[in-house]
């Protein structure tokens, strides 16, 4: 079957650095997503990965290794608003998307 | 700014009533989709369509339907409602074309509890 597994939850300190992960098992790779999700909110998009390797985005960077069915999102300098959960999903074969449960991060002062 | 709005935030309904949930998108996607999301579980597809009129069954269809009559709406139906359809439902759309990545826009949820 198709799994995506990510963290249940995460803690940080206020200014840190924190890696969410996700590893996958799919039937075919067309590319890998990652969203925010703050409570109560709809999710918004924030990086998309196809080719191995970094993406940066300001304090956000999405890494991806097809070989290893892996992947991470690394948020920097974190701030308060950051606190929220961080869904990653996968493109199948069929172009469908598979969804982690996602992984919620608290940010402490 | 794509906008996906979702007609109704908060629902309560009882067993065994017709609910429609309805979705409109302003950026010309068009693909559309619905979904619902539970505590501890992934995003679970329920239908999307790819055109209007066009409608494909995702992973959970059963006890939903949907309707794409414009190219802007999409709404799903519960037709008789249960407690186990209790849940978050989200709405989202994308462009269908090659050189978009595919990303998903989202709207705000429609959280339904049902009685």
């Not at chain 1, 597994?5 to 996700?22: K, L, R």
């Not at chain 2, 010309?28 to 992934?42: A, K």
Request: proline share 2%.
């Amino acid at each position: 079957g198709q799994n995506i597994d990510q963290p249940t939850e995460m803690t940080a300190t206020e200014g840190a650095i924190v890696q969410i992960n996700c590893t996958y098992q799919t039937s075919g790779f067309n590319g890998l997503f990652w969203y925010q999700q703050h409570a109560g909110e709809a999710p918004t998009f924030l990086s998309y990965n196809v080719l191995d390797g970094l993406e940066e985005k300001g304090r956000f960077s999405s890494f991806l290794s097809r070989s290893k069915g892996y992947s991470y999102l690394l948020l920097k300098e974190l701030q308060m608003k950051d606190s929220a959960s961080y869904l990653c999903a996968v493109r199948d074969s069929n172009y469908q998307l598979i969804w982690g449960a996602g992984t919620k991060l608290i940010i402490k002062p | 700014d794509v906008k996906v709005t979702q007609s109704s935030r908060y629902l309560v309904k009882r067993t065994g009533e017709k609910v429609f949930l309805e979705c409109v998108q302003d950026m010309d996607h068009e693909n559309m989709f619905w979904y619902r999301q539970d505590p501890g579980l992934g995003l679970r597809l329920i239908y999307f369509s790819y055109d209007v009129k066009m409608k494909e069954k995702g992973d959970i269809p059963e006890g939903y339907s949907v309707s794409r009559e414009k190219k802007e709406r999409f709404s799903l139906i519960l037709e008789s409602a249960s407690t186990n359809q209790t849940s978050m439902y989200l709405c989202a759309s994308s462009f269908a074309s090659d050189s978009h990545t595919g990303e998903l826009f989202f709207g705000e949820g429609s959280r339904l509890t049902v009685l």
